[in-house]
């Protein structure tokens, strides 16, 4: 059985088991937002949890609305430590967080590897912090599920767009896509930025560049396929760590995006 073992456990998250169920629950229990569309993809921050987690929140509370019907989720974020050309799929049987094993979906594996931009890699995934962030939060309002991991290096929006465009018609599948916005900025610059990327997210202005969020390519591949099939954004949440758990002199920002058809 080959798994891929939590890299961030006890560093981004907390390694026990009890503590990380009884964080997210806090996290999606302090969430006040009135969710209204049927959502297809969000997108959700990937910093550590005392950083990030209640914006991720905010991401990721939609789902309990819809989890009976969602059965696969396409996950898909930035390659941060090494560099790759395209997009690399991550094949084995099992990505494992301290709440358990989330099976990697074999079929998705194969039809994902159709495309020429896309290989099987799993060296970018060993260290990568961007999608098992979100594994947690995606257990605990999920249940089960099976879980397609893609990271993307250099590729451009219609790459990654026609890449996502691939699966938009399987009805019990949601696609995840992590990212982070602004770096190290202070506060108030930060606050800006985050607020213009808000605009040209939620107006699908593509391509987003890549000093506004590090996973600019996995989002410019979601607004592609967003203008395209007509999907609807809406922005959950806005913040900063300035807001949470940092200082206010080098922040991270981070939003929570949901897409409805």
Known sequence: MRVREPAVAGYFYPADSRELEEFVATLLDEVVYLYKGNYKAIIAPHAG????????????KPLE??????????????????????????DVDYMATPLGLVPVDKELVEYATSMKTVSIDGEPHLREHSLEVELPFLQYVLGDFT?????????????????????????????????????????????????????????????LEDYRACGARAING???IARKYGFKGECFDLRNSGDTAGDKDRVVGYGAFGFSV
């Open 49 to 60: 949890y005392v950083y990030s987690g209640i914006t991720a929140a905010y991401a990721f």
């Open 147 to 207: 879980v397609l991991p893609v990271v993307v290096g250099r590729a451009v929006p219609e790459e990654v767009g026609m890449f996502l465009e691939m699966f938009y018609s399987f009805q019990d599948l949601i696609f995840v896509v992590s990212s982070d916005l602004s770096h190290y900025l202070t506060y108030n610059s930060a606050k800006d930025l985050d607020e213009e990327t808000k605009e040209k997210i939620l107006s699908f202005d593509i391509p």
């Open 222 to 224: 979601l607004l592609w």
């Open 65 to 90: 609305r819809i989890k009976d019907s969602v059965r696969k989720v396409l996950l898909i974020g930035p390659a941060h430590y090494v560099l790759i050309r395209g997009l690399a799929v991550l």
